[in-house]
């Protein structure tokens, strides 16, 4: 079984830091990524990452706040989200699939999701 599991999310103040974790597990995936969910708001990319650090994409609203980063060895993801704002909370979720391309526009596989709160 395919799964994908989350974890780091929490409350926050507006202008700390938080770090997601999302652990894969029955299959290695290439690429990765990170969407978000806001209440009444379409889920939206945030950050994606092949299988080496130097294949990343980022939304516009996290360039230079956010990285997306990932272990080799356990094949974890990480999202280290900094400078956060209260426009960032949302659930957070983990995705999979086989080509940055894919992962980024329609992934295959999905985290349960995970929620951040930012408070101002």
């Known amino acids: 079984q395919v799964r994908l599991v989350e974890s780091g999310g929490g409350l926050v103040q507006a202008g700390g830091s938080l770090r997601l974790s999302c652990a894969p597990s029955g299959r290695t995936f290439y690429a990765m990524a990170w969407f978000r969910q806001a209440p009444g708001e379409e889920r939206e990319f945030v950050a994606a990452?092949?299988?080496?650090?130097?294949?990343?994409y980022y939304a516009d609203f996290v360039k230079g706040r956010f990285t997306i980063s990932r272990a080799d060895a356990s094949n974890t993801v990480h999202l280290q989200m900094n400078s956060l704002k209260p426009e960032d909370t949302a659930v957070y979720y983990c995705a999979g699939d086989s080509s940055l391309t894919t992962v980024r526009r329609g992934p295959g596989y999905w985290g349960q999701g995970t929620q951040v709160t930012v408070s101002s």
């Open positions: 990452i092949g299988e080496s650090a130097g294949s990343t």
